[in-house]
């Protein structure tokens, strides 16, 4: 059974930096894809970034220039660097990984941008 177990969330001032980690476990090979996405209070979950086995990487419009997405594929962990924080980066950040048309989830670590 697949589980994505994600690290590094918390309360950190505008401006500063946060590295989040998610670690696989129960997969036999690499996912096609792993990545990010987060959800805000009263909001739609969005895309912050993905990035394939291939290492092509996609990131959301409001994260752009500012994160990182990269991923370890011999041990199936994804990270994230997020630099640059702002108020607006406060959500839960879900590590997301697919793969043989499943897609999985993690719990969700929860980031606080403080102004």
């Known amino acids: 059974q697949v589980q994505l177990v994600e690290s590094g969330g918390g309360l950190v001032q505008a401006g500063r930096s946060l590295r989040l980690s998610c670690a696989a476990s129960g997969m036999i090979g690499s996912f096609n894809v792993m990545g990010w996405y987060r959800q805000a209070p009263g909001k739609q979950r969005e895309l912050v970034a993905t990035i394939t086995s291939g290492g092509s990487t996609n990131y959301g419009d409001s994260v752009k220039g500012r994160f990182t997405v990269s991923r370890d594929s011999a041990t199936n962990t994804v990270f994230l660097q997020m630099n640059s924080l702002n108020p607006e980066d406060t959500a839960v950040y879900y590590c997301?990984?697919?793969?043989?048309?499943?897609?999985?989830w993690g719990q969700g670590t929860q980031v606080f941008v403080s102004s």
């Open positions: 997301y990984a697919y793969h043989s048309f499943r897609a999985y």
